[in-house]
């Protein structure tokens, strides 16, 4: 869909990547038993009505359920941001997303592009076909999010809920309020149309990675997840730098280790972290507490992640390893 009604007309761009936004049911009465990523997003769209002086541009970036989200989506993303953010006449863009992983291509977009303009993922928990679907007032909340002026960075619009990409998670499995910004708090409120902003839009985190150097890259470093839990083996460390060792194509460059608390290792697991750092491959300790930070303390050896979960940890450990500034 794509509609203008003036030249003066400023534009919002909708792209669509799927999700249980787009997810379709075989009955209405069904919140869960749907395939995620079947309507397309124009279609999303219709009933709709753009803010007075806004006109929309829907484009299908990918057709997927969150849970399958790839570098190479995150990729053409990140393109189709740049190039409509470019165009003068667009205000901003919003993503039609899914739940599951939507706070980590959040994240992603917002380390790459830093946009100065809102970008606005949204999303629902409930699919198209639902009885009340939440996707509609979603999308509608986040056109006006990407319409208003002074709005900018990557944000999350869920539930009425403004959040930034450093700090949304979902934390619920069902809910339709399924997103939650931990201490930082909500950035603003969409009200009937109208927002209440409660503290400023996210901005660029310290230097970015060159998007072109993103867009560009066709082998992206490959770096783990590990859970520091009761009874962890540092032997599932070992059997990766092992693996490291006999080289290959896509051997392990980075691990972020899930830590208890401030940042703490099982014993096992530290050493053989310990054992990879020295083999040069870069450790990121984050914590896997849903809330707060870590806590530097001294003599630490192996980094920490500051107030980054574990899955956005994985991708700054990776977009440091692509700029090729690591500090092991
Ligand atoms: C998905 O993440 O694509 C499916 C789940 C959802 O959107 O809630």
Redesign the pocket.
Known sequence: MAESNGKDERRVVVLGT????AGRASAAADNIGYT??EVGVAELLGGIDAPPGISLTAEQVAQV???DMSFAIWQTLAQRCAYWLAEPAVAGIVITH????LEETAFFLQAVLGPSKPVVVT???RPSTALAPDGPQNVRDAIVVASTPGAQGVVAVCAGTVHSAFDVQKVHTYRLDAFDSGDAGPVAYVEEGALRVLRDWPVPAGERLAFDRVAGVASWPRVEILLSHAESRGSIVDALVQERRLGGPDVVQGLVLAATGNGTLHHSLEAAALRAQAEGIAVLRATRCSQGRILPRQKEVLRDAGALTPVKARIALMLELLSGERSA
């Open positions: 799927g999700g249980t936004i995620a990523g359920d969150s849970k899914g739940t599951d992983t999303c629902a928990m």
